[in-house]
Nanobody, 123 residues
Framework: QVQLVETGGGLVQAGASLKLSCAASGRTFSRYGMGWFRQAPGKEREFVAA????????YYADFVKGRFTIYRDNVKNTVYLQMDSLKREDTAAYFCAATNQVVSTSLKTYTYWGQGTQVTVSS
């Protein structure tokens, strides 16, 4: 069982940066692939970024490549999402999630989810 708690969301202007954090409980954090997803009002939840067990493998949705960075600290049991050059269309609730796979970009493979943190980008 893994419990996930996201923090770091907020209201920022376009072009600004935010760093989201996701703290995980449990001793086996390093055995879970971790991902970030987002969901805007009226839209389906979508993949944003994923990181492998060790942190050595990362994957990004095309719409965030070059702007967002996912990384993890297996000592602190935390995964991060550094978001730079934010755009208005990045406005959404952001969720972190854990999968038993080494790494995955598929929402369906993720078993554990946080409660989400809201990111709002104003123009």
């Amino acid at each position: 069982q893994v419990q996930l708690v996201e923090t770091g969301g907020g209201l920022v202007q376009a072009g600004a940066s935010l760093k989201l954090s996701c703290a995980a409980s449990g001793r086996t954090f390093s055995r879970y692939g971790m991902g970030w997803f987002r969901q805007a009002p009226g839209k389906e939840r979508e993949f944003v970024a994923a990181v492998s067990w060790s942190g050595g493998g990362t994957y990004y949705a095309d719409f965030v490549k070059g702007r967002f960075t996912i990384y993890r600290d297996n000592v602190k049991n935390t995964v991060y999402l550094q978001m730079d050059s934010l755009k208005r269309e990045d406005t959404a609730a952001y969720f972190c999630a854990a999968t038993n796979q080494v790494v995955s970009t598929s929402l369906k493979t993720y078993t554990y989810w946080g409660q989400g943190t809201q990111v709002t980008v104003s123009s």
